[in-house]
Structure formats: C-alpha cells, structure tokens
C-alpha cells in the first residue's frame, strides 16, 4: 500500500479530470416543476423533464441544447388533462394553455438550435404550434392570436442547476431578466431567428 502513497496526488487528479470531462461530453439529465397560469385565471403544476447535450464554443460560454424533453399536468389530476407533451427535436414549450373556444390544448414551443426549426419546416417566426385532436399532438399553423401573449412556460433554463419547483414567482424573476431575447418572453410578430 505505500507504493501507491505517491501516485495517490497524480490518481486523485486524473480521476477527477475523467469525472468532470465525462460530464461535459455525456447527456445531462434535468427535472423540474413549475405552475402555469392558465388565460381562464386557473393555476396548473406541470412536471418537466430533460436530456439536454452540451454544447462547446470556443472562446464563449458554450451552451445546451434539449435532445429530449417532456412536459405533462401533474395538479390537478382530473379526466380532462392532455397527455404528455414530448419532442426529440429541440423544441422547447413557451404557452401551454386551452383554447377558450375549442377547449382544444395547444402547446406553442420555440428552440435554441436552427437544426430544430429546420425540422419544423422553417417557419417565418421561430415557433411551432401542436394542439391535442382525437388524443394526439399534431402540429399546426400557429394562431394568429397569440402573437404578443406572454410565455407561460420557463424558456430561460439553466441545465447545471435548476430549482426542483418554480413558482409563478420564481417564473417572472427568472424571465425579466435584462439581455433575453423577446422571442423566449413573448410570441412576437417578427424575428430576425434562423434566416438560412
């Protein structure tokens, strides 16, 4: 055993090295939960889940991108909630709500990657829209009526550490902040997002 007394520093740094290199190169698991106001005033909790790959830019923070992400009412249970929402693709959920008309749910999802808007077919602004018929998430045109609305949904994610439980509080403090582009904050009418 005292043979190994002096690599024990070098071993000790290397294993670390492996473990925080593994990290950064391997898949990322992520969940939270959220409420989400509702446009009827009703107050929903939904359970969010993420495999999210890092990305690396050189000389720059680096960032994320969703390879898998999910979302589904876990308050209140009742009969009438959708089933889960889910995308292998990239999209991330920006409104979730119920339309007042149809009571049709719908999800208007946005990304952080182009390769996801690509494969929405390039849409001229940066969303895609998905409503609930015959029990299936299809995707749609998005409705000329939520431009301008309010995400409902958190778009500012942070894949290294996430509150387990977020408030619509925590939501608005999180979402105001200085420097987020207005397409994560709101539907916008324009969009300068992946021109090519």
Known sequence: MNSLKPWLPLITIVGLGSAIACYFMSDHYLRFTEEVQLASG????????????????IGGPGGWDAKFNSMVIIR????GN???WQSEIGLIPILFDQDTGTK????????????????IGKPKLPYAEFRLRNGQWQQVDLSPQHIGRPANILTRISNKAELAYHTINTKIERMSVQGMSPEYAKIVAESSFCKN
């Open 42 to 57: 009703e107050l929903i909790v939904v359970d969010r889940k993420f495999k999210t790959e890092a990305l690396g830019e």
């Open 76 to 79: 209140p249970l009742r009969d």
């Open 82 to 84: 959708p089933p889960i």
């Open 104 to 119: 049709e749910w719908f999800v208007v999802t946005t990304f952080y990657m182009c390769d996801a808007w690509r494969k």
